[in-house]
């Protein structure tokens, strides 16, 4: 009866001890590992072209699910939230480089992404020549976080130019688009998938302001970390 008893109390108290540390520990090693910040090792919150910069205004934190990181995952996901690649492999403009801080210096873009306006196939031509949202990408070596220099253009005719805050309107768009659940589909595999995505704003990473930035259009300092989870 006795031991019964003792057994009864172990069994209902035990797990509740265990959970309770195993809530409090994951998230503080959580925050650490969703980037590196650059400008802790030589690196800048701002992109490189001739001397001026675009601010990278999003980072896809190395918290997600680590097939959103990989060239082609990520390019899945961006689909999904109504980005493609550039119409016929079209590329306008000079290639952009940023350093991160990760031992590599300055490094190129590995690819930019332009709103693709829901159509398959042509719709970023349509961004090409109408203007829209399109953004650079710049992985981070060591921990796989991707940082993203986002800005809305104007119209080819005005060769491509920043619309007035440009780089905030942009970014917001992208995250208006891209938070919570959205269902990405890839034809060659037939394969659906739920990504679900979370925001946390940044801020005292970049000075607000237009110093150093391309076309001097100000930004408001803040940086939109998206933590990507497949489902
Ligand atoms: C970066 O792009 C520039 C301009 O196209 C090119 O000259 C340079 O070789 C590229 N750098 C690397 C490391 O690929
Ligand atoms: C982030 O900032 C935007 C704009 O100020 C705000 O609307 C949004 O609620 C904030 N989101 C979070 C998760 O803090």
Redesign the pocket.
């Known amino acids: 009866m006795y031991s019964s008893t003792l057994l009864t109390f172990f069994a209902l108290a035990l797990p509740s001890l265990l959970s309770a540390t195993a809530v409090t520990k994951p998230v503080v090693t959580k925050r650490a590992a969703d980037f590196v910040n650059p400008t802790l090792a030589g690196g800048s919150w701002l992109d490189s072209s001739a001397g001026l910069g675009e601010p990278l205004n999003v980072v896809i934190s190395a918290q997600s699910s680590p097939e959103v990181l990989t060239l082609d995952g990520f390019l899945q996901y961006a689909q999904a939230i109504g980005f493609n690649v550039e119409c016929l492999g079209l590329h306008l403009g000079n290639p952009q480089s940023a350093n991160l801080g990760d031992g590599r210096g300055w490094v190129n873009e590995t690819e930019v992404l332009r709103e693709s306006f829901g159509i398959p196939g042509v719709g970023t031509c349509l961004e090409s020549l109408t203007g829209g949202n399109h953004f650079r990408v710049f992985p981070q070596a060591g921990t796989g976080a991707l940082f993203l220099a986002v800005s809305k253009e104007e119209d080819v005719e005005d060769s491509h130019n920043i619309v007035p805050d440009g780089y905030d309107i942009g970014r ?1 768009l992208l995250v208006a688009g891209a938070v919570g659940k959205k269902i990405g589909f890839d034809a060659s595999k037939f394969k659906f998938t739920t990504y679900n995505t979370v ?3 940044l801020t005292g990473l970049i000075a607000p302001g237009s110093d150093g930035v391309n076309h001097g259009i100000a930004q408001d300092g ?1 940086i ?1 970390l998206l933590t990507v989870t497949i489902e």
């Open positions: 917001d925001l946390t704003n803040v939109k």
